[in-house]
């Protein structure tokens, strides 16, 4: 069975850091491409960071860019979202997701494997 796991995710205050991780089982995800998404209470799923399979080619919301970095283990296949300077509209649960056929990367419905996401809160 294809596995995507979230981590990383928890409390922390306007201003500070956070990085979260998303570990690939059950298929190899080196040649899939990955992003996260997020959503909040009452609101849609939004796209937040893409990256390509070849590590090249990275994409941002633009609601983030500047403070968020997206990268990948090409080795491992694992992908990681650098979030610096979060504020507390940042708040959301954060789901990775992959897929192998992707060609908006910011179109949720593009993907095929998706974690079970992970909550991040920003206090103000």
């Known amino acids: 069975q294809v596995q995507l796991v979230e981590s990383g995710g928890g409390l922390v205050q306007a201003g500070g850091s956070l990085r979260l991780s998303c570990a690939a089982s059950?298929?190899?995800?080196?040649?899939?491409?990955l992003g996260w998404f997020r959503q909040a209470p009452g609101k849609e799923r939004d796209f937040v960071a893409g990256?390509?399979?070849?590590?090249?080619?990275?994409y941002f919301a633009d609601s983030v860019k500047g403070r968020f970095t997206i990268s990948r283990d090409n080795a491992k296949s694992p992908v990681y979202l650098q979030m610096n300077s979060l504020k507390p509209e940042d708040t959301a649960v954060y789901y990775c997701?992959?897929?192998?056929?992707?060609?908006?990367?910011?179109?949720?419905?593009?993907?095929?494997?998706w974690g079970q996401g992970t909550q991040v809160t920003v206090s103000s």
């Open positions: 059950g298929r190899s995800f080196r040649r899939y491409d």
């Open positions: 990256i390509r399979w070849g590590g090249g080619s990275t």
């Open positions: 997701a992959g897929g192998l056929r992707v060609m908006t990367t910011t179109r949720a419905s593009d993907y095929d494997y």
